[in-house]
């Protein structure tokens, strides 16, 4: 049966998905709360885009999020859950850097974190990293949605 067999599939695409997806974002939430103990000065200015808070605070919320999402991947077997909370946290950070694009803040984003400080890459390489990983994220819940979309339930 064809969809039986497209059922299955895409439970294994959903695990795949998970298996990346989860060491992915503890270890983002890692490299960023590294920094925010790092005690650097930079972290104190206040956040490009969020002006309100310092750019710590902005980190630390970041990676919270990233945290609590892997969290909820851990926890939760529902494929469409999972595929709208990936999805709405790569939509959110992209808003952010959109955002710095927008406000005409040519800095660099330090959505890395403390990988820049383990490595010799420079910061717009660092950059470029961060967008290819979110660009991923981004394709792999778009792929894992329609894919649930079109699996009939039942």
């Known amino acids: 049966m064809p969809s039986q067999k497209s059922a299955r599939n895409s439970a294994i695409a959903l695990r795949v998905y998970c298996f990346c997806c989860v060491p992915l974002l503890f270890t983002l939430s890692g490299f960023k709360l590294l920094t925010v103990a790092s005690g650097k ?16 605070q902005v980190t630390s919320l970041a ?7 892997a969290i909820f991947f851990i926890l939760t077997r529902s494929g469409q859950l999972l595929a709208n909370c990936i999805l709405w946290l790569s939509w959110l950070f992209l808003a ?20 820049g400080d383990l490595t010799l890459l420079s910061s717009e390489t660092l950059d470029l990293l961060a967008l290819a990983l979110l660009a991923c994220l981004l394709v792999w819940s778009c792929l894992i949605k329609l894919r649930y979309r079109r699996v009939p339930s039942g």
């Open 41 to 56: 000065s930079f972290l104190d200015f206040p956040d490009p885009v969020f002006e309100f808070a310092t750019i710590r």
């Open 63 to 69: 990676a919270g999020l990233e945290a609590g999402t």
């Open 96 to 115: 952010y850097r959109t955002s710095m694009l927008i406000l005409g803040k040519g800095m660099p984003c330090r959505c890395l974190g403390y990988l």
